[in-house]
């Protein structure tokens, strides 16, 4: 049996679709975010519009210090899983800041925010009595997985769409135990759920709420604890979860909510309990980032500027992108191969780093550039990202956005 031809009979597949995955092999330089230096080509200098860092708290002194202090401290490694000898005291604290930045009684950590998704929803739905989760359309992958592995009833519901959400509730047997699971912000697209009349929709048929505030938390609401907190809606969802690996800079994911709610997922969840536990320096340095963004709102308010910025310097230049609440400006290219060679000339030509997605990431047809500016990308970097846009918009003769 050769199985690197079957392997390789599916990649080149990949390959002639336009879909085949090319990571850039980055070398990120402290205290110069938004620049990196490229290794794939040699660049020393490319800045990056795609980072998931959004407020370049990854590089922020505090947060770098109480690391650095944390590893001289305590070493490298937690030395185990939370039961068996992992239990860091850090972990404790994070846990309680966690809770404190979402009003809840408790909170619990996992190695990352996929993981998080993954193993409360399939404890939920695998534990709970007639469980029935219902999923918004769009739910990241992690959250489909973890609906998978529940192997308990599923129903998708219409995105960001409460009647629907409604009418499929309402259809549901008396006896089910009900959880409607949602996102705030929608990463691909950049657009934001109707939370309260999700909410108001999921009381009425006394279902139990989780949201997923990835893409929010850090950035939203007076003390960055997401959308829900923005709109003062934290104290009627079940389930607030989030990550610390994207505007708090570091790696890991968490859940909040009740303390029964938490001491179930503690244990039950396999993949919280069968897994080594996040570093203790990698908890101080996210409660450090958690804590710094309690407190500061220049990260959050400088984000907003550049965001408008970048948005109305595209819509000057005829650059057609989704309008959409959010920090996330998709450029909509259309074509998978077309948006691969744009990123291609955006960094060989222009130092300008962003990532092609393409299915399966978005659905075929859909393929677009996705730019997320941030604190630290001046005022200078978003007219050279215009200006090498407008240079590529006309040489690759897409439409440009009707006027
Ligand atoms: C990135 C992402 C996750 C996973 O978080 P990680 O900490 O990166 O594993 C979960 N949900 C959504 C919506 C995401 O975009």
């Not at 972990?91 to 966690?98: G, Q």
């Not at 690996?245 to 938490?262: F, P, R």
């Amino acid at each position: 049996m050769n199985f690197d031809q079957l392997f390789q009979t599916q990649l080149d597949q990949l390959k002639d679709e336009g879909n085949y995955r090319i990571f850039a092999e980055l070398q990120r330089k402290s205290g110069e975010f938004p620049r990196v230096r490229n290794h794939s080509d040699g660049q020393d200098e490319v800045t990056v519009w795609c980072s998931n860092d959004y407020l370049g708290m990854g590089q922020n002194p505090k947060v770098m210090e109480a690391m650095i202090a944390t590893v001289k401290e305590c070493g490298t490694g937690a030395g185990g899983t939370r039961n068996i000898s992992g239990n860091a005291h850090h972990h404790k604290l994070l846990e309680a800041e966690l809770a404190d930045l979402h009003g809840k009684e408790d909170a619990l950590l996992f190695t990352s925010g996929y993981v998080s998704n993954w193993a409360s929803l399939s404890t939920l739905g695998s534990r709970l009595p007639n469980a029935v989760i219902l999923s918004d359309s769009l739910n990241h992958a992690s959250m489909i997985e973890g609906i998978r592995h529940a192997k308990c009833d599923k129903v998708i519901w219409e995105h960001n769409n409460p009647e629907d959400l409604d009418r499929k509730l309402a259809a549901l047997p008396a006896n089910a135990t009900k959880i409607v699971a949602f996102e705030s912000v929608y990463s691909m697209d950049g657009d934001i759920a109707p939370i309260a009349e999700i909410l108001d929709v999921c009381e009425k048929h006394g279902a139990m709420s989780y949201i997923d505030e990835v893409h929010a938390v850090g950035m939203y609401g007076p003390r960055g604890g997401g959308v829900a907190e923005r709109e003062g809606l934290m104290d009627r969802i079940t389930l607030i979860e989030g990550t610390l690996g994207k505007a708090y800079g570091c790696v890991g994911g968490y859940i909040t909510g009740s303390h029964a709610l938490i001491d179930f997922i503690r244990s039950f969840a396999s993949g919280f309990i069968f897994t080594t536990a996040l570093p203790p320096a990698v908890a101080a340095a996210a409660t450090e980032s958690i804590k710094h963004l309690k407190e500061s709102g220049w990260e959050r308010a400088m984000q907003k500027r550049q965001v408008a910025r970048l948005r109305a310097r595209l819509d000057a230049e005829g650059i057609p992108h989704e309008h959409n609440p959010s920090h996330i400006i998709p450029v909509m290219v259309k074509d998978p191969v077309k948006c691969r060679m744009l990123s291609d000339i955006l960094m060989e030509q222009f130092g300008i780093y962003v990532q092609p997605i393409n299915y399966p990431t978005v659905p075929k047809g859909t393929e677009r550039l996705r730019f997320t500016p941030g604190p630290l990308h001046s005022d200078e970097d978003i007219e050279y990202l215009v200006m090498a846009l407008k240079t590529l918009w006309k040489q690759c003769a897409i439409a440009h956005a009707v006027a």
